[in-house]
């Protein structure tokens, strides 16, 4: 059924897509100099977002028996959507919305992905987007096909009322060329997005055209709770990358190969990007003993030898849109914030655009890790770098998984109709009872404060936490696995596992027919 579902969306959209793929290549020309987060500018000889997945994807094809054919199916992006449309603005003025959509891979249904808005989002940048979502998902075996989509606007040059406006009429557009559904393609929030917005993309979705879909709530992921999202799903992408982080830390003999110590505790750590990923990536450290000792900005950088507290400069950049005068900070930078990525420390967490370590800068990166929270901070020739001075870098495929892993827990509550934990808590709560019950019977003491935290069931945090725990760390020990049988890198290794895997999925459907 899934495969009737989208079929009529690959005849649509594939008939166009190669066309598209050569205007948008041509209208962009010399690669973009594009400001990141950090204020870092890449060389313009830096490759472009598209070009470095290809050179990754053919580093990691290089060591697998796939036959030319297949390679060339898994790369190819199946199908894509490029429109046009008006928005009145409050003041009365029309102004035309550029948006895309791009479905990287069907070898598994719905294609699954983001919708980001930001001024820099053309085609080439979510094709890239979205083949990364299908090795993405692939590496820590959620069983969707990547997709990703885009609205070129600054989000904050927009009233709210505006925005909504775009969203709403951005999603009838999907719905229009086939590009979302419960079956078929599956959004999520990015960048320049949040709950909010996934909220106003499964009210459209359902009120004009799912209104008899009893599925229709699972159209879209990171919804608020109150319409169908899942508790946890705000805070994992950061939560997933700590747990890699931490998994990768607890293996001995890795650790003793990098000459790191192992164990989270005193780490020191600096994070790029402080939105959703850098801020909860930075919290989950901190509460497992790290020190953050840099926050690097867009606007400014803040330092502080004794480690930041994440949470008071989370509540000060609320309240003054910036991380500029913060009180906390022992050093602050305002004109080339991006130095600070190169200050010492034990991990680095680039967690804002792609390429904001590149072959400019990667040689002053003094971390002796890198744990990569945004999609493709590090070009090939700074991994190279980084690789001479034998620095560890856990790859964004893996690292940054914890988003789409909790979206499918989310897709398969919608799916369910009914909240993980929902019949199992009270249940498992009374069991735990009576085994206190049993021990204080055999004298052993359960003062009052353990026996309120043994005697609880999981709720929906707790499981959710746990399954993207199992994702994450299933796919950390895999992906070193594979290093080291192949004596490559680990985003070489987490490329080979996709590929395999991928391999597999259409090798079993016949997918020529």
């Known amino acids: ?176 060329h086939g590009f979302i559904g419960p079956g078929v393609d599956v959004p999520a929030p990015d960048m320049g997005t949040s709950a909010r917005e996934m909220g106003w993309i499964v009210d459209t979705y359902r009120m004009l055209f799912g209104q008899s879909d009893v599925n229709a709530w699972a159209c879209v992921t990171g919804k608020p709770i109150s319409m169908g999202g899942i508790d946890g799903r705000t805070e994992a992408t950061g939560l997933g990358l700590v747990y890699a982080t931490r998994a990768f830390l607890s293996k ?32 989950f450290m901190q509460q497992e003993g790290c020190k953050v000792v840099g926050v690097v900005e867009r606007d400014a950088a803040v330092y502080n030898s004794a480690g930041l507290d994440v949470m008071a400069l989370k509540d000060y950049y609320k309240s003054k849109g910036t991380i500029l005068g913060f009180d906390g900070a022992e050093r602050q930078l305002e004109s080339q914030p991006h130095a600070l990525m190169e200050e010492a420390c034990d991990i680095l967490v680039p967690a804002a655009m792609e390429r904001s370590i590149h072959k400019g800068n990667a040689h002053r990166i003094q971390a002796k890790m890198i744990c990569e929270g945004a999609n493709g901070p590090t070009t090939p ?36 109709h009914v909240g993980f934990g929902k019949l199992t808590r009270r249940w498992e709560e009374r069991g735990k009872q009576g085994l206190l019950a049993e021990l204080k019977l055999a004298g052993i003491d359960t003062s009052d404060s353990k026996e309120s935290a043994l005697s609880k069931g999981a709720t ?54």
Not at 31 to 41: D, I, T
Not at 42 to 62: G, I, Q, S, T, Y
Not at 503 to 509: A, C, E, K, P, V
């Open 1 to 176: 059924m899934l495969r009737k579902a989208i079929r009529p969306a690959i005849a649509r959209a594939t008939a166009t897509s190669a066309a598209f793929s050569h205007a948008s290549c041509a209208a962009a020309g010399a690669p973009k100099k594009r400001l990141l987060s950090s204020g870092a500018v890449p060389p313009d000889d830096e490759p472009r977002f598209l070009d470095m997945v290809k050179m990754n994807f053919e580093r990691a094809a290089a060591h697998t028996d796939l036959a030319p054919g297949m390679i060339k199916q898994i790369m190819a992006c199946n199908s894509v959507l490029r429109v046009s449309f008006p928005i009145e603005r409050d003041d009365g003025t029309v102004e035309v919305i550029r948006a895309y959509r791009a479905q990287h891979s069907h070898h598994r249904t719905p294609c699954k992905g983001g919708i980001r808005y930001a001024v820099e989002v053309d085609l080439q940048e979510v094709e890239a987007l979205a083949s990364l979502m299908t090795f993405k998902c692939a590496v820590v075996n959620v069983p969707f096909g990547g997709a990703k989509g885009g609205i070129a606007i600054d989000p904050k040059k927009y009233s709210v009322r505006e925005l909504e406006r775009i969203t709403r009429r951005y999603t009838t557009e999907l719905h229009k």
């Open 252 to 283: 001995r003999d890795e650790c003793k190969r990098f000459g790191i110590a192992p164990g989270m505790h005193g780490k020191t750590v600096i994070v790029q990007g402080f939105g959703n990923v850098g801020f909860h990536a930075a919290r």
């Open 381 to 416: 020739a700074a991994e190279a770098i980084l690789d001479a001075k034998g620095v560890v870098i856990l790859p964004d495929i893996l690292t940054n998984s914890g988003g789409v892993s909790v979206s499918y827990f989310e897709w398969l509550k919608n799916l369910a």
């Open 460 to 513: 929906e945090k707790d499981l959710v936490y746990s399954g993207l725990e199992d994702t994450i760390c299933t796919g950390l020990d895999e992906v070193v696995a594979t290093a080291n049988a192949k004596k490559v890198s680990f985003r070489t290794a987490a490329f080979i596992n996709a590929f395999n895997k991928m391999h597999g999925t259409y090798n079993d459907s016949g997918f020529t027919i």
